[in-house]
């Protein structure tokens, strides 16, 4: 399990793919926002902590359809399915891949691009936790949309239709405690109802999505 | 005999076949009687004048589209558990359905909303829970469409209608935490009290029955349909066989 783990994060790294690749994602999301909403510091500060949720959002997005693609096309995958260790943990694996991949550099690049967006002093620590404990559920969310998709031709754009409407509550409650954090309000609630979406997509999600490998792989 | 015998596709063929025209003139009958007495022999509301008839049909299709999700996933669970092929088949049939009667749902709310609360659209739990609703039922036909293996199909959907459901539901209570509500309460309980008044209510309880009686009719026409679709597949399937 480990070597499969560092297997992926190696070959994350030196295909040049999701790791570079998300990180500038998110960047350019960022930059693109003042653009397009005009350069006002108060309104960049205001709407700063959904923006930037957002865009880890979709930077993890983008890399979603790299988990399992590759692996299924050089036949690896079919090789993993009939390994000694289960489905299950193979999944797992790669979630924590993709997260450390791509979750975990978004989540120190965003109190950067919280800088270009004017964010309140008082929210990095609320982003920074608040992303820390989100991406993970975003990261085992969509292996499971991409476990769904993943003998498809084009299932990149199908995906994006499937894990979209799953990502709805983390945002909500993410975007919300930054929010709540930055006014100075209470946002313990938002916080804990994130790490329950979190842990309970950690805890349940690789069996659905190793099934969902399983009925693909047959 | 038990109830799995029903499940069987020519079974299921030859007890659909008398239900359909049935349910068919019930609901045609319940929603003529009760769109004809909702419009016309009622009062209009002292605050709202005319625009309440909508209710006539915008409770009735919010039922039907959180009822009819639901529907998806006994019959999803059905079909991962006994692998029953006609309950796949009416789950994708059902899901359709489920798509217009959000999209009835969310229309006539706008058209109510336009002259009552001002505005068409507002990010208020109960709107943004349906237009997620509305999402998963997009999703959940796309990856039906996507997928050639009618077998692949029906399980990845299954999985997905399982694990969406629980979203779903997450979802509905993570908008709740907005908490604005600009939607009034349920318009219809078993406790009385909270009903709207009887010159509505009857009328309604027969849109209702009609909107159930048309779903009905309309899922056991379309899954007749995808197995009628089905057994052509095999039939073209043998020909091309015989033919090599």
């Known amino acids: 399990m480990i070597r499969l783990f560092t297997r992926d994060l190696v070959l994350a790294v030196r295909a040049g793919g999701g790791f570079g690749l998300g990180l500038a994602f998110f960047l350019i999301v960022s930059v693109l926002v003042p653009f397009g ?38 036949g ?13 943990a193979v999944v797992l694996m790669k979630a924590l891949a993709h997260w450390v991949t791509t979750g975990l550099p978004l989540v ?45 031709k084009r299932g990149g754009l199908l995906m994006s239709l499937l894990v979209l409407p799953l990502y709805v509550p983390t945002l909500i409650f993410g975007a919300e405690a930054v929010r709540r954090g930055a006014a100075g309000a209470e946002n313990a609630v938002p916080l804990l109802l994130l790490a329950g979406i979190s842990l309970g997509a950690v805890a349940l999600l690789p069996f659905a999505a190793a099934a969902a490998i399983r009925m693909n792989l047959r | 005999m038990s109830i799995w015998e029903y499940a069987n596709p020519r079974k299921f063929m030859a007890w659909s076949r008398p239900v359909v025209p049935v ?15 909702g419009f016309f022999f009622t009062p209009d509301d002292y605050r709202q004048g005319a625009t309440v008839k909508i209710i006539y049909l915008h ?12 529907m998806m996933l006994v019959a999803s669970l059905i079909w991962i558990i006994r692998r029953h092929h006609v309950s796949a088949l009416a789950a994708r049939s059902a899901a359709l359905i489920g798509l217009v009667m959000t ?72 908008v709740l935490f907005w908490n604005q509500g600009l939607h009034q309460g349920a318009s219809l309980s078993l406790d009385k009290k909270e009903n709207v008044d009887d010159v509505f209510y009857f009328p309604l309880l027969f849109t209702i029955a009609g909107f159930v009686l048309l779903f009905v009719t309309l899922m056991l026409l379309r899954t007749r349909t995808a197995i009628r679709g089905r057994r052509l597949q095999a039939l073209e399937m043998r020909e091309r066989m015989s033919d090599a």
């Open chain 1, 37 to 74: 909403v005009g350069p006002e510091n108060e309104l960049l500060g205001r709407i700063a902590p959904g923006i930037l949720w957002l865009g880890a959002l979709l930077a993890c997005l983008l890399s979603l359809d790299r988990i399992f693609a590759l692996d299924f096309e050089d």
């Open chain 1, 76 to 88: 690896s995958l079919d090789l993993l399915a009939t390994a000694p260790v289960p489905m299950e």
């Open chain 1, 108 to 152: 120190i690049a965003a109190p950067v691009l919280g800088v270009l967006l004017q964010l309140q002093g008082s929210a990095y620590g609320w982003l920074v936790l608040s992303l820390l404990i989100g991406t993970p559920a975003l990261s085992v969310i969509g292996t499971f949309g991409a476990a769904l998709t993943v003998g498809l």
């Open chain 2, 23 to 37: 349910t068919a003139v019930l609901a045609a009958a319940t929603l003529l009687i009760g769109v004809v007495w």
């Open chain 2, 59 to 70: 409770v009735p299709a919010a039922m039907m589209a959180i009822n009819i999700w639901v």
């Open chain 2, 103 to 174: 999209l009835i749902a969310l229309l006539t709310g706008a058209l109510w909303g336009q002259p009552m609360w001002g505005t068409a659209w507002e990010w208020e739990p109960r709107l943004t829970s349906f237009l997620i609703l509305f999402l998963f039922y997009l999703g959940y036909l796309a990856l039906w469409a996507a997928i050639d293996n009618p077998d692949t199909a029906a399980d990845l959907t299954s999985v997905l209608c399982l694990v969406g459901s629980v979203f779903a539901v997450l979802s509905r209570y993570a």
